[in-house]
């Protein structure tokens, strides 16, 4: 149950894109399409932004879209705005019952 | 609107025992898998374990696994997670979510901290 990988920063200009790796094992994000994404502001719940890999809850702007390619996911959020500067988690099913998540990455708009 | 209340948080030293709760409503309770995942200061989501809708199966990570338990009151629409021996490393704020039916937690509690420390 080691945590999947995540850069620990990354950064776009207002208007930009920006796109997030979570890299795991063929246990976890390679065997499922069970990945979601959260976003979480400073001193706030974590808020679901993308879950089975690509697919966005009613009411999450479509500025946010997922992939998938082998072991290794990626959430791409476009034209950024200031109120997307905010801490990223990746999470994957990951058999038996049980989930691990990112290490998280911090998104800094410029 | 869904509502997920944690409580039970506290300070606590090594080895000692804390139940946290959560209180759940605005959607029927019996009818979700829920969570608990943890959130050590400063530090990245960890999660920490399930149980199904009847709390017939339940499962947890191996870091918690013998030590914690998760339950809950389905008459009550309380989720509960009892921690017994517990470690510094276990100090955390603990958040309840409810699972979307699709292998992640959708709604979140604000989550309650629990301290390990003498």
């Known amino acids: 149950q080691s945590a999947l990988t995540q850069p620990p920063s990354a950064s776009g200009s207002p208007g930009q894109s920006v796109t997030i790796s979570c890299t795991g094992t063929?246990?976890?994000?390679?065997?499922?399409?069970?990945v979601s994404w959260y976003q979480q502001h400073p001193g706030k719940a974590p808020k679901l932004m993308i879950y089975e890999v690509s697919k966005r809850p009613s009411g999450v702007p479509d500025r946010f879209s997922g992939s998938k390619s082998g072991n290794t996911a990626s959430l791409t959020v476009s034209g950024l705005q200031a109120e997307d500067e905010a801490d990223y988690y990746c999470s994957s099913y990951a058999g038996s019952n049980s989930y691990v998540f990112g290490t998280g990455t911090k998104v800094t708009v410029l | 609107e869904v509502q997920l209340v944690e409580s039970g948080g506290g300070l606590v030293q090594p080895g000692g025992s804390l139940r946290l709760s959560c209180a759940a409503s605005g959607f029927t309770f019996s009818s979700y898998w829920m969570h608990w995942v943890r959130q050590a200061p400063g530090k990245g989501l960890v999660w920490v374990s399930r149980?199904?809708?009847?709390?017939?199966?339940?499962s947890y990570a191996d870091s918690v696994k013998g030590r914690f338990t998760i339950s809950r009151d389905n008459a009550k629409n309380t989720l509960y997670l009892q921690m017994n021996s517990l470690r510094a490393e276990d100090t955390a704020v603990y958040y309840c979510a409810r699972d979307s039916g699709h292998y992640a937690p959708d709604y979140w509690g604000q989550g309650t901290l629990v301290t390990v420390s003498s």
């Open positions: 063929s246990s976890d994000v390679g065997g499922y399409n069970y």
């Open positions: 149980i199904n809708s009847d709390g017939s199966s339940t």
